[in-house]
């Protein structure tokens, strides 16, 4: 890894590149990659999709970036350092295990986009001059742990997009109303049931703009609103009947909804060594959900370069590869201990666990089932098209025939009569 680290770190030396991609290189400490703090010049650093856990002090040293990418990585907290990065217009650290940020952390002057989507922040976990940065273009607070926003929200002048989805809120401040140039909200997923008069100042029911607020637990009156489409909702919020209502509700102070998400479950709340340690369930069929989730997340946040796209396939080669070994084992085990027939059970069959291969011909002997007279030993001899048996249960017709019904995959196949001490099987 250190050579072709530092193999990037040089041709960007030599040549004075200023943008470096380390994105998805296995780093698990920036301080393993040589002569990177030496990069002075460089405007943009992206290191997302690694492994790193800490940001060291000397990031202060990167003077010139104005872009800093460590989106899906294991950082739990950052230097107070970070806020010497002068010129640092967007930062990513979307994806992380943040719990907090650190003091002085508002006074990055001009930065306009700070994404801290999926970490585990609250409103506690904001140092006191966060809404110094005012400057800021885009908020991304999705998927955190906010109850409330802070009424200093209001300092953020110039914000076009604000992103509080998947949070806890259970209110949104008044002053949410006095950014006068948002275009974009997002709130869906959270326990909201009324929204604050106020919001009806902001013009976000235009062609340009962007409002989400489904998923919450809302009032009757809103909910009815929400059916008959955005528009009619900003326009209900203005008016003095909801005005009335609002200020009644307030005044109740009803309990809060219940959270709805068990949050504990997140990836950022586990511990480091469970979250790289695999388990035979992963490996079934939830790994394909989990790889299909990562896959989506992955294509909506980034585009795709061929070394993506290499990454993906090499994915989903191994993903198939382990259930096929799963299955492989799971066969093996049930033949060595076939399940023992219920001992209340008159008519039962007793077989092991089959894989009839294509075109070839399999023979079973000492095969023992009872029709309502002594087990007798047949043999079967079967051709079929390759099936796997999981289980076989049988039933009698009458004393002289017979059938077997199989269950593979969800389809059936089917035994013809008993004839002559042989079971003839064929696919239905």
């Given amino acids: 890894m250190s050579k072709s680290l530092k193999k990037i770190v040089e041709e960007s030396r030599d040549k004075n590149l ?31 999709h690694n492994k790193i856990t800490a940001v060291p002090a000397n990031i202060s040293d990167l003077k010139n970036l104005e872009v800093l990418n460590m989106f899906n990585n294991q950082i739990e907290e950052l230097p107070t350092q970070i806020s010497s990065l002068q010129k640092l217009k967007h930062l990513n650290l979307g994806m992380n295990r943040l719990s907090g940020l ?37 908020l991304y607070l999705s998927d955190n742990d906010f109850e409330m926003l802070p009424p200093d929200i209001s300092k953020l002048s110039k914000l076009q997009i604000l992103s ?55 009032v009757t009156p809103i909910a009815d609103q929400f059916q008959l489409g955005i528009s009619h909702v900003f326009e209900y919020v203005r008016s003095e009947t909801y005005k009335y209502l609002y200020g009644r509700n307030l005044q109740a102070n009803p309990e809060p909804p219940k959270k709805n998400t068990d949050k504990s479950k997140k990836i950022s709340r586990k511990p480091l060594a469970a979250k790289n340690k695999l388990s035979f369930y992963c490996l079934c069929p939830t790994a394909h959900i989990l790889a299909l989730k990562a896959l989506r997340l992955f294509s909506t946040s980034f585009s795709f370069s061929c070394h993506h796209i ?81 289980f076989i249960t049988f039933d009698e017709v009458n004393d002289r025939t017979s059938a077997i019904f199989v269950s593979l995959f969800g389809h059936h196949i089917h035994t013809y009569k008993k004839k002559e001490g042989i079971f003839l099987v064929s696919l239905r």
């Avoid at 994105?23 to 290191?47: A, E, H, K, Y």
């Avoid at 948002?182 to 100042?201: A, D, F, M, S, W």
Wanted: glycine fraction near 4%; proline fraction near 7%; include cysteine.
């Fill in 310 to 390: 290499i990454i993906i396939i090499i994915i989903i080669i191994i993903i198939i590869i382990i259930n096929i070994i799963i299955i492989i084992i799971i066969i093996t085990l049930t033949a060595q201990h076939p399940p023992s027939p219920s001992s209340s059970s008159q008519h039962s069959l007793q077989l092991p666990l089959l894989t009839i291969h294509r075109g070839s011909v399999c023979a079973l002997a000492n095969v023992k089932f009872a029709v309502g007279s002594p087990a007798t030993s047949v043999v079967h001899e079967v051709q079929l098209e390759y099936v796997v048996v999981y």
């Fill in 18 to 48: 200023l943008e470096v991609d380390m994105c998805d290189r296995g780093i698990s400490n920036m301080l393993d990659v040589p002569s990177l703090f030496t990069l002075s010049n460089i405007t943009q650093l992206v290191l997302s």
């Fill in 164 to 218: 509080l989805r998947d949070n806890d809120l259970i209110s949104l401040p008044k002053e949410i109303g006095d950014l006068a140039q948002l275009k974009e909200l997002h709130i869906q997923g959270n326990r909201l049931t009324v929204l604050p008069p106020e919001l009806g100042n902001l013009d976000l029911t235009g062609p340009k703009q962007v409002f989400k607020a489904d998923h919450n637990p809302w």
């Fill in 102 to 138: 650190p003091r002085g952390f508002g006074s990055l002057p001009a930065l306009e986009v700070l994404d801290l989507t999926y970490n585990n922040l609250n409103e506690s976990s904001l140092p006191g001059n966060f809404f110094y940065l005012t400057t800021l273009r885009a």
